[in-house]
């Protein structure tokens, strides 16, 4: 847990155990790893379709989805067009070995 703090106010990524993936800025969390992000986008890959980025807004993630949480190099970001981006559908992290 205490490797999050130095996320803290930083935008980051996080997914979780259904395949979601979410963007915002990191402005809290406890020990059970429940996550406070503000301007937070959820982006949709589709393997047909443009990928979607919804915004969310001030968004709580519950500790025990979150499968991963990472920092954003904002210019590699920046430069890719995510709308070209296409994705297969991820299975669930508790079927994933199946």
């Known amino acids: ?34 996550l406070i992000l503000s301007s937070t986008i959820e982006r949709i890959f589709d393997p047909v379709d443009e990928t979607l980025d919804i915004e969310l807004g001030l968004y709580i993630i519950r500790g025990d989805s979150v499968v991963c949480v990472g920092s954003i190099d904002e210019e590699l970001e920046n430069e890719i067009d995510w709308s070209s981006v296409r994705g297969a559908k991820l299975k669930n992290t508790k079927n994933a070995l199946v």
């Open 1 to 34: 847990m205490s490797s999050l703090k130095e996320f803290l106010y930083q935008k980051v990524k996080v997914i979780t155990g259904d395949g979601r993936l979410f963007i915002g800025k990191l402005e809290g969390f406890d020990q059970s790893i429940n």
